[in-house]
């Protein structure tokens, strides 16, 4: 069974929500390095902590404990965004049949994701 990364799911959930690392330290009463800590999983985190977190970043807690790349776009066959899928949306609904197709994928999405970044940051 492959282990949850907690932090690395807020850090991206963070990011997109375009909210700062000071910003949830904050709100979170700690210090930047303690904040850190959380998001690189070098501490366990309570459970409510987590709601917390979730809370601050406005997801809900399943998609902290769940997040997956491949459910944020679904790309058409010229790599624009064409719908966006629910939070609830399951993995196992997405169905890769090889490993490099998996690959080439999520590199399409992380491209799409800095392109509306800058995007948004034009605005």
């Known amino acids: 069974m492959e282990t949850v990364k907690i932090g690395e799911n807020i850090k991206k959930l963070r990011e997109l929500k375009k909210i700062t690392r000071e910003h949830m330290a904050a709100e ?32 809900d807690v399943s998609q902290i404990l769940h997040f997956d790349t491949s459910q944020l ?31 080439k994928y999520i590199k399409i999405l992380e491209a799409e994701v800095e392109r509306l970044k800058a995007e948004a940051g034009r605005k």
């Open 28 to 59: 979170l009463d700690l210090s930047l390095s303690g904040y850190g800590k959380i998001e690189r999983d070098e501490v366990d985190l309570s459970i409510s902590r987590i709601y917390r977190i979730a809370e601050i970043i406005g997801v």
């Open 73 to 103: 776009f679904n790309i058409s066959n010229h790599g624009n965004v064409v719908q966006s899928i629910g939070a609830n949306a399951k993995a196992e609904n997405m169905h890769f049949h090889a490993d490099n197709y998996m690959e």
